[in-house]
T-cell receptor, first 114, second 115 residues
């Protein structure tokens, strides 16, 4: 089975802090994604990556950046955390390029910014 | 803008009955659809998918129906069990290169299974 592991289940950070959310997948998937999940809004795509060193903006990239130095690892960075970034963050991966396939999700990181 | 949505935010089902969760989509170019289940404290878990060249697909106790004419997707769960209590999301993707892999999710339906 695909395993997507997010390094933290819960994080509490202060406004203005730089925050790193880490995600690792063990199935050699090319594609990785970061979503945030908020009540009533569903899942919204922040950033995604089709390959090492590459990244593309999703629907809500403002206030975030990403890093993909290795195929198995995709990091989400909050340069200066704000309270409106309090949310559940979900990482996902999928195989292949140019072919739709299900995303496999981690169990999420619940971030609280105070 | 185009979006994926759900008709009912909460669905209460008696154990043993069949569940039907509905989803409307507005993007006529969408050609790939997925249903996810999310239990409390966990990430979304893939249930079943369907491509636009199909009307129906069956899995274990689940059936997805796709009606492209009215842009409607449904998930049927047979003999609903307490373990089926969760939030269910539909998601779509157009399959175009500029949106490939970018799933659009609905807000979710909470399914509550009662004894």
């Amino acid at each position: 089975d695909v395993k997507v592991t997010q390094s933290s289940r819960y994080l509490v950070k202060r406004t203005g802090e730089k925050v790193f959310l880490e995600c690792v997948q063990d199935m050699d998937h090319e594609n990785m994604f970061w979503y945030r999940q908020d009540p009533g809004l569903g899942l919204r795509l922040i950033y995604f990556s089709y390959d090492v060193k590459m990244k593309e903006k999703g629907d809500i990239p403002e206030g975030y950046s990403v890093s993909r130095e290795k195929k198995e690892r995709f990091s989400l960075i909050l340069e200066s955390a704000s309270t409106n970034q309090t949310s559940m963050y979900l990482c996902a991966s999928s195989p292949g390029q140019g072919l739709n396939s299900p995303l496999h999700f981690g169990n999420g990181t619940r971030l609280t910014v105070t | 803008g185009e979006s994926v949505g759900l008709h009912l935010p909460t669905l209460s089902v008696q154990e043993g009955d069949n569940s039907i969760i509905n989803c409307a989509y507005s993007n006529s170019a969408s050609d790939y659809f997925i249903w996810y289940k999310q239990e409390s404290g966990k990430g979304p878990q893939f249930i079943i998918d369907i491509r636009s060249n199909m009307d129906k697909r069956q899995g274990q106790r689940v059936t997805v129906l796709l009606n492209k004419t009215v842009k409607h997707l449904s998930l049927q769960i047979a003999a609903t069990q307490p373990g089926d209590s969760a939030v269910y999301f539909c998601a779509e993707n157009t399959g175009r290169r500029d949106s490939w892999g970018k799933l659009q999710f609905g807000a979710g339906t909470q399914v509550v299974v009662t004894p």
